[in-house]
Nanobody, 124 residues
Framework: EVKLVESGGGSVQPGGSLRLSCTVS????????MGWFRQAPEKGREGVAATGVDGGTTYADSVKGRFTISKDYATKTLYLQMNSLKPEDTAIYYCAATTTVVVWPLLDSDYHYWGQGTQVTVSS
């Protein structure tokens, strides 16, 4: 069974930083295509960043240059470093994983395993 658990959310002022973590239980971490998604109140879920088996990365235009996705294979953890946070980044953030082929890295329907989410609030 694959289980994903996010942590690291919280409240921060505009311009601040947070680092989200997603620990993965189960085997084959090296074979997972993984991503971060977010859902703001009264909005649909959107892809934020994704990383493939080869280490390649994809970012939404809204976070390019501010967010960085990375993996730690030793601890089977996915990270999302978020800098220069803006109020519009406020949302519940979810990590997701799949072992199948991903055509659109920021499309949530391509992923099969999901964490429970962690709240990020950016406000002055």
């Amino acid at each position: 069974e694959v289980k994903l658990v996010e942590s690291g959310g919280g409240s921060v002022q505009p311009g601040g930083s947070l680092r989200l973590s997603c620990t993965v239980s189960g085997s084959f971490f090296n074979n997972y295509y993984m991503g971060w998604f977010r859902q703001a109140p009264e909005k649909g879920r959107e892809g934020v960043a994704a990383t493939g088996v080869d280490g390649g990365t994809t970012y939404a235009d809204s976070v390019k240059g501010r967010f960085t996705i990375s993996k730690d294979y030793a601890t089977k953890t996915l990270y999302l470093q978020m800098n220069s946070l803006k109020p519009e980044d406020t949302a519940i953030y979810y990590c997701a994983a799949t072992t199948t082929v991903v055509v659109w890295p920021l499309l949530d329907s391509d992923y099969h395993y999901w964490g429970q989410g962690t709240q990020v609030t950016v406000s002055s």
